[in-house]
């Protein structure tokens, strides 16, 4: 095989209690990676998107992660890289997560799969380094394992597969920008006990709440009191949308990873489109351009397209 062409899709991380712990596959939107072997060492790369993204190797989020793999491997030729990117960077809905894993399994399934899941987001990591300055693997591991992952370690990439039961996902991207690594520097660096018990017992009721398909009680655990309350502020019309959304029907939502994009959790697909007149009604007032999507949860991570 010479070249390999796949789709990387986006991921919903945090949902909402679960920082840097809980991340979901979505079926909509997603990039188009495609990696071809050249006899020539070194990564050239080329976006089809209009995104003006760094085209060198070691400034590219996709190029980081693919080095990072070739050095592992001690790699001598060289790849092209042709990336479509319909996620848009710095959107909350794991851009940057798509492309660096995105590459790295096309990569793996062209080298004839010399790495495992695991390994694979070790190298993907290299990219969401350079797109944060931080290590967290909560878009990384839904967009390679598919579904919605729980990282119970991160340094040892401790990832536990979970089940959903039917979810029809709302998100909206109000079109501001919001750097993951400020979004990150702004977060207390301490909290107070009685945050973390309300913290820790909604982890564990939203996950008790997907595993026995009990939407009252995903609803019920769908809060952030730590994160949200910080972060929220950075995001106009944030209040609005949750309180008007929640109102139609959804069971609850937040902050997509570090924003700006909001999602709202809903249990049917006419409630998911009431949501989405919501969210669209709020920015349409407040005069800032958006784009929203509807997807549910893509069970298969990035998926071999040619
Ligand atoms: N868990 C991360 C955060 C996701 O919330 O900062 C951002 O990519």
Redesign the pocket.
Known sequence: MQSIKVKSPATL??LCCG???L?MALNEPYDIIELIKKEETGIRIQHLDAYNLPLDPQQNIAGVALQAMMTALDYKQGFDLIIEKKIKPGS?I?S??ASAAGIVVAANELLGKPFNKQQLISFAMEG?VL??G?R?A??LAPCIYGGLVLIRDTPTLDIIELKTPPLFITIVHPQIEIK?SY??EI?PKEILLKSAVIQWANVAGLVAGFLHADYKLISRSLQDVI?EPV?SKLIPGFNEVKHNCMNAGALGGG?S???PSLFMLSENESTAILVENEMKAVYDKLGIDYKTYISTVAQHGVEVVI
């Open positions: 991380s945090n920082f840097d712990i991340g909350g794991g940057s997560a969401e797109a944060s931080s967290h909560d878009n993951t979004a990150r977060l994160v972060r902050i990873g570090s924003g």
